[in-house]
């Protein structure tokens, strides 16, 4: 069973457009969440994450939404670049447990 | 180094060899994690260490998969008899942390991992 499911699968986007890719939990005992970007042939890198005791975190086109009550986050990335062209991977981990159960990826495509 | 280096980058074995994959973390990081990322889907957790403590061994997929930290900082991951449905990037990720860190998060670098084609 996925322990976090992820949506869409792949996404194209138009140059200076906003990227949207979503994210639903179960567990509520999850409460550390990161999304991964990843390039092809390279390890996923951090790019982002939330606590669940804030609603919004924002690092500079890169923004994650949290809805506490539905399980949902999302990621969201303003004026999108050809560069952001990459696979974004939503994660999510337990207190003080160190494995982290990861979506199955959305393949973002900037078009310029 | 000044990144996670894994190695062999490509490993093509033939089914019912015995490979080993070998990842070098950042020096000084307490924590390592072996994840296995099949063709277009997000990795999957198999095992983590602390220090040379193999503490959870929960996701390795069989006794066929065996991983090992002897010093505490480079790690093996072996599998035997290898099968088709091994196939797969295998993902080594380490943190400086035990646990949590003052964030709360524990921040995972990744190395660009080891493609296993079994044929």
């Known amino acids: 069973q996925q322990q976090v499911k992820q949506s869409p699968q792949s996404l194209i986007v138009q140059k200076g457009g906003i990227s949207i890719i979503n994210c639903a939990y179960e567990?509520?005992?999850?409460?550390?969440f990161p999304w991964y970007q990843q390039f092809p042939g390279k390890g996923p890198a951090l790019l982002i994450a939330i606590r669940p005791d804030v609603s919004e975190k924002k690092e500079g086109r890169f923004t994650i939404s949290f809805n506490k009550s539905a399980k949902q986050f999302s990621l969201h990335i303003m004026d999108s670049q050809p560069g952001d062209s990459a696979t974004y991977f939503c994660a999510a981990s337990k207190y003080n447990f160190n494995k982290f159960y990861f979506g199955s990826g959305t393949k973002l495509n900037v078009k310029p | 180094g000044a990144g996670v280096s894994q190695s062999p980058r490509y490993k093509v074995a033939k089914r019912g060899q015995d490979v080993a994959l070998r990842c070098d973390p950042i020096s000084g990081h307490v924590s390592l994690f072996w994840y296995q990322q099949a063709l277009g889907q997000g990795p999957e957790f198999l095992t983590y260490f602390q220090n040379e403590a193999q503490l959870d061994k929960s996701g390795l997929p069989s006794d066929r998969f065996f991983a090992e930290r002897p010093e505490g900082s480079v790690s093996t991951l072996k599998i035997q008899r290898t099968q088709q449905e091994d196939s797969a990037v295998y993902l080594c990720?380490?943190?400086?942390?035990?646990?949590?860190?003052?964030?709360?998060?524990?921040?995972?670098?990744f190395g660009a991992g080891s493609r296993l084609t079994v044929l």
């Open positions: 567990n509520t005992a999850f409460d550390y």
């Open positions: 990720a380490s943190s400086p942390n035990r646990d949590r860190g003052p964030s709360g998060a524990n921040v995972l670098t």
